[in-house]
């Protein structure tokens, strides 16, 4: 059995495949990186993704589980890049949401998937509570989300747009799961928005964005655990530290998590 299985997630170019490069050559870890070139669909997906993205989902989903379920047999520390998580988490959901995926297709593949992981052993289950003492709304942000609510509420257009009062509850009524972390360490991709509350990224990214900011990005909310840039809406901040290197592990949150949001 796996001694400590590290996962590194993230968006493509973000620098995954180096950081498992540094972590195998200080630490000495096993690296697995993800099964993506022999993919026989990948040529035809980005050709007609609505054609192909069931295919091609199924196939990353086999192999990924293969990869999972050998680690489980294998002694030694590992470090992988991708796992089978945001597989389903992340990528099936964003084909299905954007339309490349019908609905039948993406019920299938997701059934599918619980079946697989039920084989594999699950990762450490935590419930986070996450107080945020400064959740304000930017008034322009305020103004926008509270417009997309309302048009996204099948309500008459004479019934005045949510306040900022009902954005917080609404987002603070959500038990969110930790999909993956990705982007900048310890950055939580948390999926059960509210579909009401979803807002599409900045068209510019800010160059600053403090460290513990909780934003919405599309169908998505997270929180930023280092200052830095983000193009994602910011609708408050908590105080808590979500990555410390010197810690182990350096990330409070991981994949499968809990997260309630507190507004204090």
Known sequence: MADRFVAVSGNIGVGKTSLVRYLVERYGLVPVYEPFGDNPYLDDFYGD??????????????????????????SGTFVMDRTIYEDAEIFARTLHDQGSMTRVDYENYTSLFHILVSFLRKPGEH??????????????????LAAFIQSNAAAPRNVAAPTEDDVIARHCAIEYRVAMLGFSP??????GLD?????????????????GSVGIGGAQTGIYPQTGPGGWRIIGRTTLVLFDPLQDPPTLLAPGDRVRFIAA
């Open 127 to 144: 419930y986070a509570w996450i107080r945020m003492p400064d959740f304000k709304l930017n008034a322009g942000e305020a103004e926008q």
């Open 49 to 74: 993704m609505s054609r192909w993205a069931f295919q091609s989902q199924v196939f990353f989903l086999a192999r990924k589980f293969r990869l999972h379920h050998d680690l489980q047999a294998a």
């Open 195 to 211: 579909p009401r509350l979803a807002m599409p990224r900045l068209d510019t990214p800010r160059t600053h964005v403090p460290a």
């Open 186 to 191: 310890g950055f939580p991709y948390l999926l």
